[in-house]
């Protein structure tokens, strides 16, 4: 069964950081370019940045560019966000997404072929 699994997320300060998981089972996460999205309530769902397959080329979206690191560990299977700085406008249920296309720039949610469930990131003081 091909499944994504997102953990990591929860509540924390303004300026503060928080690392995502994104796990991989039935399938080897290595050969897919890897997306976050997320998505607040009453907003569209909104790219984060990806990291391609072959060479870990990363792209970000402008708001979380400087602030949001994205890499994979292929040995684990499992892809990260890592989130320093973060900011209220960053609350949101964050998801990662597998797609065969190459991490170049912002790859549309509909090229996504997989999904994880997502996981819940509040920033409040």
């Known amino acids: 069964q091909v499944q994504l699994v997102e953990s990591g997320g929860g509540l924390v300060q303004p300026g503060g950081s928080l690392r995502l998981s994104c796990a991989a089972s039935g399938f080897p996460l290595d050969v897919y370019t890897i997306g976050w999205f997320r998505q607040a309530p009453g907003k569209d769902r909104e790219g984060v940045g990806c990291i391609s397959s072959s060479d870990a080329n990363t792209y970000y979206a402008d708001s979380v560019k400087g602030r949001f690191t994205i890499s994979r560990d292929n040995a684990k299977n499992t892809v990260y966000l890592q989130m320093n700085g973060l900011k209220p406008d960053d609350t949101a249920v964050y998801y990662c997404?597998?797609?065969?296309?190459?991490?170049?720039?912002?790859?549309?949610?509909?090229?996504?072929?997989?999904w994880g469930q997502g996981t819940q990131v509040t920033v409040s003081s």
């Open positions: 997404a597998a797609t065969g296309y190459y991490c170049s720039a912002y790859v549309p949610s509909i090229e996504y072929a997989y």
